[in-house]
């Protein structure tokens, strides 16, 4: 499936509802704002707010991440992870448009922002419809995530997801073959997820680490309820297991490796999800996407 992929700061985010809170993974839509559940344990609050508030296709749009404690004081704390203080994934509802982006794609993390953790992005929204806005963060070097979901108003409209269960696909130069062990996936149980690299029929030995992994996978359910960031692995490396992000953020990755990355996911439900995968080769950012069903 064809899609657009943006990496770093060439878009801004566009604007949305007018301001979101959430503590949880489980979240709705109520007039114009977004609520996330507690689902016990992060006493972080990340909220967004967009500049406009109402999003436009085509509309250069700054979302401005906000993280509070219970007591509604700023959250200064934020730890670099993977070379990052705060990774945002988003992607269309029907999964053509992909963007991995970081405040620090737009500027220096300034002192201002530390003291009131408020930390700014920017996107273009290309298609109207819904998006989700997946952001994963550490404090004091515990991994979080939280994901928005806000629409966008204008034309073109996006259509409906297409299925698409190729396992071979091309992307870029490489060619790139997807499977997943047992080949039946099943939610709450373990599942290896592999990606082969070749080019011109030859296994690709010299893809390289990007942002201090492997690969760097985004997995979002087909209704927008799981978002899911994740790493992937090298053969031989000590697997670390769906639960085990915190020894990700530690992971060594050799400067030059392949042609398999190996992924150890737990998928949380049943459903239809999209795999967006990013990997490192001659110094570009090769994006690939396939989809899979979770029984």
Do not use: C
């Not at 670099?80 to 988003?90: G, Y």
């Not at 404090?139 to 806000?150: A, G, T």
């Amino acid at each position: 499936m064809a899609f657009t992929m943006f990496i770093g700061g060439l878009f801004l985010m566009g604007e949305g509802q007018a301001f979101a809170e959430m503590s949880g993974m489980q979240g709705h839509q109520h007039e114009g704002m977004q609520h996330m559940h507690g689902g016990g344990g992060s006493e972080v609050i990340v909220g967004i707010k967009t500049e406009p508030e109402r999003i436009i296709v085509g509309t250069l749009t700054t979302v401005v991440f906000s993280f509070k404690n219970r007591e509604g004081k700023p959250v200064e704390n934020l730890t670099i992870h993977h070379d990052r203080l705060i990774h945002v994934v988003i992607s269309s509802k029907d999964f053509s448009v992909f963007a991995h982006i970081h405040p620090q794609d737009f500027g220096l993390i300034t002192p201002e922002m530390k003291k009131t953790a408020l930390y700014p992005v920017r996107f273009t929204f290309p298609k109207a419809g819904r998006y989700i806005i997946g952001i994963d963060f550490a404090v004091n070097d515990q991994p979080l995530s939280r994901h928005f979901l806000v629409d966008v108003a204008g034309e073109p409209k996006m259509g409906p997801p297409k299925q698409d269960f190729s396992r071979e696909k091309r992307f870029g130069d490489l060619d790139v073959t997807f499977a997943s062990t047992p080949e039946r996936i099943m939610s709450g149980k373990e599942v290896t997820l592999s990606y082969i690299f070749k080019k011109n029929g030859k296994p690709v030995t010299d893809l390289e680490p990007w942002l201090s992994a492997p690969m760097h996978l985004a997995i979002i359910s087909v209704d927008l309820t799981q978002f899911i960031h994740t790493h992937g692995e090298l053969p031989g490396m000590p697997a670390m297991g769906h639960h085990e992000h915190h020894m990700q953020m530690m992971m060594t990755v050799p400067e030059k490796f392949g042609p398999k990355i190996e992924v150890h996911m737990i998928f949380p439900a049943a459903g239809l999800y999209q795999i967006f995968g990013q990997v490192g080769y001659q110094g570009k950012v090769i994006a690939t996407s396939f989809m899979v069903r979770v029984d």
